[in-house]
């Protein structure tokens, strides 16, 4: 490994570098928007038998749900570096996803704007947040420290050179237990062509 953390070895590519604040936002922001409705087009389809599958969001979610999961993955950084335990860190997300979302549904009622309101719930506290959720939430929790964590962490972008004189682009790729994998290959006659995956260096 070369001193920035990148693979060494053939000169396919050189140094990577981690996804940024603002890649991870962008990233958490769809994942959010796309779950969102998928699940309320589910909920439709248990409720009223309809195969039209209508979901619906709000474009406030976005923000929402990629600064909700920026700090998610603060708290799993710090519970971890503790040893707790998985439904320990479930537990801690289940209660900051309630904070958060009181929290902003606060705000955005002040101002007129609240997209949800869980009046008609049994367990609600000020229509903003509703019990009957907790188990849903701490599933979310448990998704996210399994599968989203641990893959987010694990995109890198890498640069590839196209030439000599320096000029090159850059890709994101995954890098997996035995190496990295990009869509591309660079041939030996220097000319790079797309593959579906191609494993490179090792870390």
Same mark, same amino acid.
């Given at each position: ?14 140094? $990577? ?33 309809? &195969? *039209? ?6 474009? $406030? ?11 998610? /993955?603060?708290?799993?950084?710090? &519970? =971890? ?19 958060w979302e009181f929290t902003t549904g606060l705000v955005l009622r002040a101002m007129g704007w609240c997209p949800w309101d869980y009046s008609d719930f049994r367990y609600n506290v000020a229509g903003l947040v509703t019990l009957e959720y907790a188990p849903l939430w701490f599933l979310c ?13 694990? &995109? ?5 050179? *196209? ?6 682009? *850059? ?13 591309? =290959?660079? /041939? ?7 593959? &579906?995956?191609? *494993?490179?260096?090792?870390?």
């Amino acid at each position: 490994m070369n001193p920035t953390g990148g693979p060494t070895g053939s000169g396919k590519i050189t140094p $990577w570098r981690p996804l940024s604040l603002a890649c991870r936002l962008y990233l958490y922001a769809l994942h959010g928007y796309f779950i969102e409705v998928t699940f309320t087009a589910v909920w439709n389809l248990v409720a009223s038998g309809s &195969l *039209e599958l209508r979901g619906h969001s709000s474009v $406030w979610s976005l923000v929402i749900y990629s600064v909700s999961c920026v700090a998610m /993955e603060n708290i799993n950084g710090l &519970l =971890q570096r503790h040893g707790f335990a998985l439904s320990t860190r479930a537990l801690a997300h289940t209660c900051w996803i309630y904070a958060w979302e009181f929290t902003t549904g606060l705000v955005l009622r002040a101002m007129g704007w609240c997209p949800w309101d869980y009046s008609d719930f049994r367990y609600n506290v000020a229509g903003l947040v509703t019990l009957e959720y907790a188990p849903l939430w701490f599933l979310c929790g448990v998704l996210f420290e399994v599968l989203m964590v641990p893959n987010v962490k694990k &995109l890198v972008w890498v640069r590839h050179a *196209e030439s000599s004189g320096g000029l090159g682009y *850059e890709t994101p790729v995954l890098p997996l237990k035995n190496g990295y994998v990009s869509p591309f =290959q660079r /041939e030996t006659d220097g000319v790079p062509r797309r593959r &579906l995956f191609t *494993e490179v260096d090792h870390i």
